[in-house]
């Protein structure tokens, strides 16, 4: 389908493929092995402005609109979902808070220097026995005269250990439930904050997934986001555009795989012919190609909704369950086609089908999806 993309637009999307294509491609296989992103990678993507792309040339954004945001990290995503999420993490949900919500001394201190990517951020929400159930979160964060300090455990958080700037959630009232969250900014290194147990994950395995550990972590007063006890409405503001970066993650992945099938399809001969020429192999294409551009329909269609300042609840959770399933369910034919070789990690789909998996998960499972969007229908 012709989206009419603007000349702008265009341009952006064309650098992103560009750099995916000569600098993630070659290396993705690694980055996974390896559980590394080169340092090198985050520089190239802050020369080419795509880690504060879609916020405002004051705050060392490109200044660009969230559908170019979209199409850069749908072509990141299709040659490395590690760097992706990495990406998304930034942009969709630190820079995002902080944006949004946080006072202009926040922006000039910490959003500046992440939209120009000379930091990287992280987003600290999830805790050990507050996954789903975000609102039981256990940190706590109490005033002491000019600092709050910081005690809990958070974990599972992406970027974990090697950004430089953690959007975190703790309770400056622990007897108001969810009314007692507040958000603040935390800086990596400070005494009292320690990078704890680094996850070994199924897939995307080059993003760093770590636990935060604050004991008695003393932060300026000036670093809570907005005001005390709104915490969970920004945590869930935040991710209700988040949502959107994980369905281009998973756009992003199915669309790659996708374009391996068609590839090995073409290629792979048995019964003297290439198994293109198969029914059976046709038929798997065709069901997928119908759910790839199904699920760009949703995640674009989000993206423009977003930029035209239209609520995006439902929009978002819609586009997340459908691309990530979608994604999933890609993934699982393009190594049916690939037959035995799919199973190697020598092929691309064999991580593919790894680093999709998660899009089900973060953010919101998908059961939380259907939550968000069943409760709109019913509304
Ligand atoms: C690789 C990775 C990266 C992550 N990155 C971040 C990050 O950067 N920042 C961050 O804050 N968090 C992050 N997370 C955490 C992630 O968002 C949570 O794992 C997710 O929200 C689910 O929480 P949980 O794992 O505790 O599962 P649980 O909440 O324990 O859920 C277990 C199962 O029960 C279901 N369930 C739970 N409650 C309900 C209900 N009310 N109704 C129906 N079903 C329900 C869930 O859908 C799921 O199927 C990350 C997780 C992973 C694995």
Redesign the pocket.
């Known amino acids: 389908m012709n989206f009419n993309f603007t000349e702008e637009q265009q341009l952006i999307q064309q650098n992103a493929r560009e750099f995916a294509l000569e600098h993630l491609e070659p290396i993705a296989a690694e980055i996974d092995k390896t559980e590394r992103i080169p340092k090198e990678i985050y520089q190239k993507m802050a020369e080419l402005d795509f880690m504060g792309i879609c916020y405002p040339a004051e705050y060392g954004g490109a200044g660009a609109d969230f559908l170019s945001y979209t199409l850069v990290l749908e072509q990141i995503c299709r040659s490395c979902a590690s760097t992706g999420i990495s990406l998304e993490?930034h942009a969709s949900l630190a820079c995002a808070a902080i944006y949004n919500f946080g006072s202009e001394e926040l922006k000039q201190k910490y959003l500046v220097p992440l939209c120009k990517g000379e930091k990287l951020g992280?987003?600290?929400?999830?805790e050990p026995g507050a996954?789903?159930?975000a609102g039981a979160a256990q940190t706590t964060a109490v005033l002491d005269g000019d600092e709050y300090v910081l005690n809990g455990t958070?974990c599972?958080?992406?970027?974990g250990g090697v950004a430089d700037v953690y959007v975190i959630f703790g309770l400056t009232d622990p007897t108001a439930g969810t009314k007692g969250i507040s958000a603040f900014v935390v800086e990596a290194g400070l005494p009292g904050f320690e990078i704890g147990k680094h996850?070994d994950?199924m897939g995307?395995r080059g993003s760093q997934?770590a636990e935060l550990i604050f004991k008695n972590c003393r932060i300026p007063k000036a670093n809570l986001i907005g005001k005390e006890g709104k915490g969970f409405g920004i945590a869930m503001a935040t991710l209700d555009v988040g949502r959107i970066g994980v369905a281009t993650q998973a756009l992003g992945i199915a669309q790659a795989a996708l374009d391996e099938a068609v590839k090995f399809a073409k290629e792979r001969v048995q019964f003297g012919k290439p198994i293109a020429t198969k029914q059976a192999i046709q038929w798997m294409l065709a069901d997928m190609a119908t759910q790839l551009e199904a699920a760009r329909l949703l995640v674009y269609s989000a993206s423009m909704a977003r930029e035209e300042g239209k609520p995006i609840s439902k929009e978002a959770a819609m586009a997340k369950l459908f691309a990530s399933e979608a994604s999933d369910y890609i993934c699982n034919k393009a190594i049916q086609i690939h037959g035995g070789y799919g199973f190697i990690k020598d092929f691309k789909v064999e991580r593919l089908y790894r680093d999709s998996k998660?899009t089900t998960?973060?953010?919101?499972?998908n059961?939380?999806q259907r939550?968000v969007i069943s409760g709109a229908v019913l509304r």
């Open positions: 993490v992280a987003f600290a929400l999830t996954g789903t159930d958070k599972f958080i992406s970027n996850e994950k995307i997934t998660i998960i973060y953010e919101g499972t059961e939380v939550m």
